[in-house]
């Protein structure tokens, strides 16, 4: 059975506060032509183009979890003098971006077949206490499926080891419900000892409680969770939950989707682009499919 690509059937916009920066920011996520890949352009211009592979840090979870294999990030220049390419954090997590494709709805570019990555060899890499790792899985020609593993291990700040599991599976729709409910809604995180750090160093300026989860520094060892958002935490392991976001966002980095088998302890964006990088050294670790 032949899989074709995905695109937007409309533009979508979204704007609101960088998470970094503290501006105002916009993008547009428009419809791109087959074999495009997901690409970040400044004002929707040809020739300032970012392309969303390794390279760059870039990504857009939402549009992974969608299996949307073509489409243009536009960012939309506020003419500020510190103006940094930069999509707007919203409420922290991906429920408005994937809402806005649900409601714009995706269409398939019949006749271009969906080309996969296919993991042949097992890849790791070790960073002091942090892994992470890709394996093998048996191809039966089905679209590609990612099964995915992060434990997210917090305890020198009181909060117990957890794992989640999410699969970027070969039907569209189930992966997206299955992302809807379980992994969208998780918000970014920080810790309230480490606020004032981060704003001392220009980081984080756009952060508050209406789109971060701010852990208390008087956390307890062994009790549940205390947090000064108001509105509590949306899963009781929703720091563990947006790991696992942040893991899909830089794993579309890789161009193309991937199957096989991912798993990472202690993930941050660094150890899983350097585990691509691992990935791409050797032609070995892989076949593009079909």
Aim: proline fraction near 5%; include cysteine.
């Amino acid at each position: 059975m032949r899989h074709w690509q995905r695109t937007l059937r409309q533009p979508l916009r979204f704007e609101g506060v960088g998470l970094h920066t503290g501006e105002q920011v916009s993008i547009c996520v428009r419809p791109a032509p087959a074999n495009s890949g997901i690409v970040f352009r400044l004002n929707g211009s040809e020739s300032l183009t970012i392309p969303a592979l390794i390279a760059n840090v870039s990504a857009s979870n939402t549009l992974v979890a969608s299996r949307i294999s073509n489409a243009f990030v536009d960012f939309e220049n506020n003419q500020s003098s510190n103006y940094r390419a930069e999509v707007p954090v919203l409420d922290g997590s991906s429920v408005e971006f994937m809402e806005g494709i649900q409601r714009v709805g995706i269409e398939e570019q019949e006749g271009a077949e969906l080309k996969y990555l296919c993991v042949k060899r097992p890849v790791h890499v070790f960073k002091q206490d942090k892994n992470a790792c890709f394996l093998p899985m048996p191809n039966n020609g089905q679209a590609p499926t990612l099964h995915m593993s992060v434990q997210v291990n917090f305890e020198h700040k009181q909060l117990d080891t957890k794992l989640c599991r999410f699969t970027l599976g070969s039907d569209s729709t189930l992966t997206m419900d299955a992302f809807n409910r379980d992994i969208a809604p998780a918000r970014t995180f920080t810790f309230e000892d480490e606020t004032e750090w981060l704003h001392a160093n220009g980081l984080a300026l756009g952060g508050s409680l209406d789109n971060a989860v701010v852990f208390s520094k008087n956390q307890q060892a062994d009790a549940k969770p205390t947090v000064l958002n108001s509105d509590g935490l949306r899963f009781s392991d929703e720091w563990t939950r947006h790991k696992m976001l942040d893991c899909i966002g830089d794993i579309g980095l890789a161009g193309l989707p991937l199957h096989g088998y991912f798993y990472a302890s202690r993930p941050g964006h660094a150890l899983t682009h350097e585990l691509l990088r691992e990935l791409f050294k050797d032609p070995e670790n892989y076949a593009e499919m079909p």
